[in-house]
């Protein structure tokens, strides 16, 4: 059975940097379209960042374009978000996704798989 994990969240203070992992195991991830998302407490969760299955192609909510950068390394089964120039807005618990469509989309519906999701706290 598939599962994706993701990792390196934690707390940074505002204007810092973080970057995420999400590790892809028990499928061919590589044919799959990759994304991750993120859920504010009280919020609904919304699109960050969509990746294609070669990574040739990306897509960028627009409150992070410019400073997040997603990519991926198919021979490590592995999606990565550099999140850069932090702000508090940022906080939230971060999700990894895999579309089988291969869309990367920015409609969570899309998505077939969800890891656990790791926390991201932003100080001021």
């Known amino acids: 059975q598939g599962q994706l994990v993701e990792s390196g969240g934690g707390l940074v203070q505002a204007g810092g940097s973080l970057r995420l992992a999400c590790a892809a195991s028990g499928r061919t991830y590589s044919t799959y379209s990759m994304a991750w998302f993120r859920q504010a407490p009280g919020k609904e969760r919304e699109f960050v960042a969509a990746?294609?299955?070669?990574?040739?192609?990306?897509n960028y909510a627009d409150s992070v374009k410019g400073r997040f950068t997603i990519s991926r390394v198919n021979a490590k089964n592995t999606v990565y978000l550099q999140m850069n120039s932090l702000k508090p807005e940022d906080t939230a618990v971060y999700y990894c996704?895999?579309?089988?469509?291969?869309?990367?989309?920015?409609?969570?519906?899309?998505?077939?798989?969800w890891g656990q999701g790791t926390q991201v706290t932003v100080s001021s």
């Open positions: 990746i294609s299955r070669s990574g040739g192609r990306t």
């Open positions: 996704a895999a579309d089988m469509s291969g869309s990367y989309s920015h409609f969570d519906w899309i998505y077939d798989y």
